[in-house]
């Protein structure tokens, strides 16, 4: 944000607050958080009469509610579940002031701040949370079940939230992908599947729809006191929470540890049980896992197109769309796994340049990651991280680009049986699959997409996780 509309921000704020906290003297900080890429969070100090306050603040983009999340219930609705969360015995900060239109701050609240840690890494791998982690799952799995057993009528939820079933999630987010007019086959293959394996109809309950270990705020010595970010709330399958908090994205590394990287399926059902009452099937929780990378690899791109059209144009947003071939290859490896071939490339810049491209892309990210981020701190450091980043995903381009490309368009024309360019045999492997006339089983389809996968994902992260379980699958 520039510093110009972040003054006027504050002011606005300040204003607000004189109106609504009692004792309130001043405002001392501001200050916007380096996570949440669908929501602005804000670390909020004032100075009253009984001594410093702080709070947290939830606003939508630049105030307005970004036109790509539609199925959202909104902030306001968003504060309202977790007051009724924290009256059913869900651990979560008192919500302090939800902004009217006479704030002039936009769609968002004010809740109490509370000291924790929400960052994932350090969750998984911090000797702080070393005595809690194995405590989490289970945990997890409790104050799931208590989110689960809210009755929304009762809350006064139940006209605000919209009900959707799995194959509504499904197809909406497939509809959504294919707006954005990018082919990747394997989304639409795992659109497929997800829809040949709809999990058994049941009454819809509430479901929070981002339970994941990045939303969960943790203590080292009380565990989870904390579920953020209830901006998707919806009534639908409830086991929906329960594999996404499995989904490979929020384990941080740890493909070992089924749930958020640090615990067990089966102390999450265990807990979730001893609440609930409820055996869950670890196949019902399967559905949902691949949902959830299914959904994210979709949820990626929705980032980048809003960097597209706005309101947010940061660096952030254009970066997240390459972290959606993270997503497909854990796709591949829950879905067809199987052998590959690590890709090789030998390309590299022309010689006839002086600087040459990797030198002009090595000096800018060198000064990002050297001089920027050691001259600034809060969110500027965090984007010149991403930014640096990003030229790094542009060198893996130029040395993999083409040979990646070159082994995707021979596997197109393989299983295809026809010649043609790269893009138009991607479309028209995509077409086949939207409308059903490519089958699931057609030989070498599995074999094709899972090396192309893998291969982007060297190019874009080859440090994460999935990468690392496909390579380790072929041996």
Request: glycine share 10%; aromatic share 6%.
């Amino acid at each position: 944000m520039a510093a110009e509309a972040h003054a006027d921000l504050e002011s606005r704020l300040s204003r607000a607050l004189g109106e609504r906290l009692a004792g309130f003297r001043a405002l001392r900080s501001c200050e916007r958080l380096s996570g949440g890429a669908s929501q602005e969070t804000y670390r909020v100090a004032a100075a009253t009469e009984g001594g410093e306050r702080r709070f947290a603040m939830r606003r939508a983009p630049g105030g307005a509610s970004p036109r790509f999340d539609a199925a959202g219930p909104g902030l306001a609705v968003e504060a309202r579940l977790l007051a009724a969360a924290r009256a059913a015995g869900v651990p979560e900060p008192e919500i302090v002031h939800v902004f009217e239109p006479r704030d002039n701050l936009g769609e968002g609240f004010l809740m109490e701040w509370l000291d924790g840690e929400t960052l994932g890494a350090r969750i998984v791998r911090g000797e702080d949370f070393a005595e809690v982690r194995p405590r989490l799952a289970r945990q997890c799995g409790e104050v799931l079940a208590r989110i689960h057993g809210i009755d929304v009528h009762e809350a006064g939820l139940a006209g605000v939230l919209r009900t959707r079933t799995p194959a509504e999630l499904v197809r909406e987010s497939w509809n959504l992908y294919q707006a954005y007019g990018v082919p990747q086959p394997m989304i639409d293959l795992a659109a497929r599947w997800l829809l040949d394996n709809l999990p058994p109809a049941a009454p819809p309950r509430l479901v929070h729809g981002d339970f994941r270990n990045g939303n969960l705020m943790i203590s080292p010595s009380r565990g989870l006191i904390a579920v953020l970010d209830w901006e998707i709330a919806h009534l639908g399958d409830p086991i929906r929470d329960l594999g996404w908090l499995c989904t490979n994205s929020w384990r941080f590394g740890r493909t070992d540890l089924a749930v958020g990287g640090f615990g067990t399926l089966e102390d999450l059902l265990a807990g979730y049980a001893s609440v609930s009452g409820r055996r869950v099937d670890p196949q019902h929780v399967k559905f949902w896992t691949v949902f959830g990378s299914f959904w994210w690899a979709v949820g990626t791109l929705s980032m980048t197109q809003i960097y597209r059209v706005g309101p947010d144009h940061s660096v952030e947003r254009a970066a997240i769309g390459r972290r959606s071939s993270e997503c497909q290859v854990d796709c591949v490896n829950l879905l067809i796994p199987g052998a590959v071939e690590p890709l090789r490339g030998a390309s590299r810049p022309s010689a006839l340049d002086m600087p040459r491209a990797d030198e002009l892309l090595a000096s800018v990210r060198d000064f990002l990651r050297d001089e920027v981020m050691a001259a600034t701190r809060g969110r500027t450091s965090f984007l010149a991280r991403v930014a640096s980043n990003s030229l790094d995903i542009l060198f893996r381009e130029i040395e993999l680009g083409p040979a990646h490309r070159a082994r995707e368009r021979r596997g197109l024309e393989r299983i295809l049986g026809e010649s043609g360019d790269l893009e138009t045999l991607r479309w028209r492997l995509v077409r086949g699959l939207r409308d059903g006339s490519i089958a699931l089983d057609l030989p070498g389809l599995a074999d094709h997409l899972r090396q192309t996968v893998v291969d982007q994902v060297a190019i874009d992260q080859p440090r994460y996780s999935g990468y690392r379980t496909a390579i380790e699958l072929s041996r």
